[in-house]
């Protein structure tokens, strides 16, 4: 895949950190970019699009089983979701679905949680696309919410559903693909497209991956007859399906 240039975001040069790049992918006739850390760039849009935060998910298994997790996946994953925002600079956000692990979570959220996200919302639209886990979005978290929502030629909506039409973008199914390579057997989160649809992989940092080769992608990927971008360090790695291995 070749690397677009107006894709790059906006950033000075520096020692410390390379500057990421981001793979470009024309989707119903709009080019959109896939970073590595799983979220995607619209640059025509300046849009800046991820999936399936899953906020305060180890306070809520703690509540509902009693399973002590260490509580620090919401900061992690507000902590990765600044700093992209700091990276692109958006002037829209739209987070596609289970941005909140139950309905009760931002009810539960630390002050200072609630803070840092309301500092990223400052000055630009933030939308919250519904998903299954939250349904609902508490009031006093600010934004717009939508079930599902179309900007142009692209449809944002938490589940894919059958039959969609081009440009589908959506979350849900947490895509994860695994190849064996020089005798290693490799497992990543990733993209997964067939050109007319994607599906992103979650961003949140407690959360796991289903293979894209289980039937539950039956619905919406023909079989082998899509490809994956699987999250690397600093780069996406690209493969057919016919590469992909079955868990």
């Known amino acids: 895949m070749r690397l677009n240039s107006q894709l790059q975001p906006r950033v000075e040069p520096s020692y410390r950190q390379p500057i990421p790049v981001c793979h470009d992918l024309s989707l119903a006739r709009e080019l959109v970019g896939l970073h590595d850390s799983g979220a995607l760039w619209w640059p025509e849009e ?63 959220m630390p002050a200072a949680y609630l803070a840092m996200l309301a500092t990223m919302q400052l000055g630009r639209e933030w ?53 064996r390579r020089m005798g290693r057997t490799i497992r990543r989160a990733c993209f997964a497209t067939n050109g007319n649809r994607l599906v992103l992989p979650a961003f949140g940092a407690l959360t796991g991956g289903l293979n894209v080769m289980d039937r539950a992608f039956s619905d919406v990927f023909a079989e082998k007859r899509f490809s994956v971008f699987m999250l690397g360090n600093g780069r996406l790695f690209p493969f057919t399906a016919s590469k992909l291995l079955s868990e």
């Open 127 to 179: 939308i919250w696309i519904t998903g299954n886990h939250d349904p609902e979005i508490a009031g006093h978290i600010c934004g717009e919410r939508y079930e599902e929502l179309s900007i142009k030629s692209l449809s944002f909506r938490h589940e894919p559903i059958e039959g969609a039409e081009r440009g589908e973008i959506c979350g849900h199914l947490h895509p994860a693909a695994k190849v």
């Open 46 to 108: 300046r849009t800046l699009v991820v999936s399936d935060l899953h906020l305060e998910k180890a306070a809520s298994i703690a509540k509902s089983k009693g399973l002590m997790l260490p509580p620090y996946d919401t900061a992690t994953t507000l902590e990765k979701l600044s700093a992209l925002i700091d990276l692109f600079d958006p002037r829209r956000v739209i987070c596609l679905g289970d941005s909140f692990h139950d309905c009760e979570s931002s009810e539960r």
